[in-house]
């Protein structure tokens, strides 16, 4: 924020322009009484002119000026506003050359600490919390050729960094759905974590009803005997009951990351996810 103007200069700079806004404000007036004098008034010299007969003569007129002059101080106050926080918004170093979404798979570690923690991730954890620095990152994605149709083909996508030999890219087996595929993806990332010996993991995914359902709704599900609050059952049941037994042993944080964005690690995840739903056969079996 170094490249902020102080609030002080701000004050500063808005009230010397509307001071010089009013000296010419009065300037404007008695240049226009004096114009409507010497054009229209009877009177032969401006020197006999009393300043009372000057504004009984531009009364009539001093109503549209007025309305001019203060269109004028609208009209600069709404330029300033934007002038300013177009500032804010475009100053160097005030955003972030680099935004959240935009993050690379080689410093994801260090680039997710930069940015703050929002009240809907506060929660957002299965297992033990624990600190951001403590925690290895991993991103998932599962993708689904024709969705709900016949043919459907889906895939599942788990990236860990640049050419990293625990990268996945599978064929979903079973159900050909998308959230089948999201879920398994998340799947497959635990179960490598746990072979990593990771004891607290950072799972990103585009896919909010993934984390709702694992940190929300599976704890009601369960109480009701895999039941919606509407009365009908879970759809995808045995998925979330394969990853909530994966999870045993093992903290995840899980944060959600807007697909499709330009987030170089989602984007991986997601490819790998797409050429796991190209592929012929499955290479692992989900129970």
Known sequence: ??????????????????FFLRLLDLRFRFFFIYFCVQKNCRFKSTRNVHLADLFDFSQS?????????????????????????????????????????????????NTQSKFPKFD????????T???????????????????????????????????DPNNISEKLSGRQTNNRAEIYAAVRAVQVAKKKGIQNLILHTDSQFLINSITKWIKGWKKKGWTKATGSPVTNR??????????NGVNVKWVYVKGHCGDVANECADRLAKQGAEKPDCTDKQE
């Open 238 to 247: 045995d998925d979330f009951e394969a990853l909530d037994k994966e999870l």
């Open 129 to 163: 919390k624990f600190s951001e620095k403590e925690g290895t990152h991993v991103y998932t994605d599962g993708g689904c050729f024709q969705n709900g149709r016949h043919g459907a083909r889906a895939g599942l996508g788990v990236y860990w960094a640049p050419n």
């Open 120 to 127: 809907h991730e506060v929660d957002n954890f299965t297992g």
């Open 1 to 18: 924020m170094k490249h902020l103007l102080p609030l002080s200069m701000v004050i500063f700079t808005f009230l010397i322009f509307s």
């Open 61 to 109: 007129h001093m109503q549209v000026l007025g309305k001019l002059v203060v269109t004028c101080k609208i009209n600069f106050y709404i330029f300033f506003s934007k002038v300013y926080f177009s500032y804010l918004i475009l100053a160097p170093g005030t955003g972030s050359k680099r935004p959240y979404c935009s993050s690379s798979g080689q410093d994801l570690e």
